[in-house]
């Protein structure tokens, strides 16, 4: 049977990727800052804050500093840099088949209209094409991280913060290794997990943007062998700390990169312990200990009405592992450039935006998963009723302090334990007769008898204050 031609979806303007497609609406800040359109715009920026460097300082013989109105004219280059300057780039970067290139041309078109004519020659001057990628880069990487991505996972922590505070006296079991172990509170695990998410937090935000302006090999040559006059390293510091980065004095034709494997590191392993926090809620989910507050209207089997699936922790650790999958490839690809120079690092630096993009999602879905949670109290309750022979670490540790005090009758208090717990389930009547029949001191004694699976915790709520 001949098969009907189809309507071809190639030539419609649909996205190809997920990120820009059906989740665009929650990766679309970090647009303004890890795009081509945005890569293109932090390169005119770049450009154009060159050249009045170069002109307010007087770097080359001639030329003398440029009026506010001149300055400003410059800088409306970017600031109007929208829709029609990117299709323009796109023509002229036709024509060239230089990305860095079009952007010189584009900026020279424009400084006819501000009487600056005479300055084109000034335009990328003694620049590599990887003196303005490797800036813009950091402009842009360092904008995503302080104004997208770090609010963005700043605000998870603290709402998981915020959940430790209100948990901090919901008495829950301890599972290690699979198994009842001694109990803890809700509160006091969720402030291990918002603990050491801010522990990375704490480190990307003290991230090094490192940047450099010195030429084809890093030499300065073209620049002393044209201006041999000028301080070419200092010209080249206050530029580059003038964008707000810092300034790297060694490299080859690239800025090495180092800084960004770094931070894609420390990204990674936070993305790694959001995942594990990710299983963990989900496990607690499956046996009841959170109960999932349906959305009005949401489907959550296409079969079992009764459900209400955890996808928003799901949809997160797919995407962290994603993002992940391109943050390690990125810290391991960019530390490494043939001799003075490859191009490997051009190609992967243009998923930079996907990897921030499948970790912002993952945070926003993670986020908007914990605001859907209500705490079953009566499940977690129950489950420590049923698990008392964890209680058998107290009155092991309390016969041995009375052994040391010198009560007689406490020898082999592990073993006894052991007797008594190990595979068998205890209740509350059994666990009471056990302690009585030991021959503990009073005080000892009653201790233990007023402990229960619910109150064994220690000071696990008082843990929680350490988030302050």
Known sequence: MAESARFSLASEPLALGALDGRYRAAVAPLVDYLSEAALNRDRVHVEVEWLIHLTQHSVLPGTSPLTAEQTAGLRKIVTDFN????AELAE???????????VEYFIGRRLEGLSLAHLTSMVHFGCTSEDINNLSYAVGIKGAVEDVWLPAASQLVEQIGRMAEETREVPMLSRTHGQPATPTTLGKELAVSAWRLQRQLDRIAKTDFLGKINGATGTYAAHYASVPTADWQEVSRTFVEGLGLTWNPLTTQIESHDWQAELYADMARFNRILHNICTDIWSYISIGYFAQIPVAGATGSSTMPHKVNPIRFENAEANLEISNGLLDTLAATLVT???QRDLTDSSSQRNIGTAFG??????????KGLERLDVAEEVLAADLDTNWEVLGEAIQMVMRAEAVAGVEGMENPYERLKDLTRGHRVDAARMKEFVQSLGLSADAEARLLELTPGTYHGIAPALVDHLK
């Open 337 to 339: 450039s043939r001799w």
């Open 358 to 367: 499948h970790s912002l999602l993952a945070i926003s879905n993670v986020a």
């Open 92 to 102: 002229i970067e036709a024509v060239t088949v230089h990305d860095v290139k079009a």
């Open 83 to 86: 829709g029609d300057a990117v």
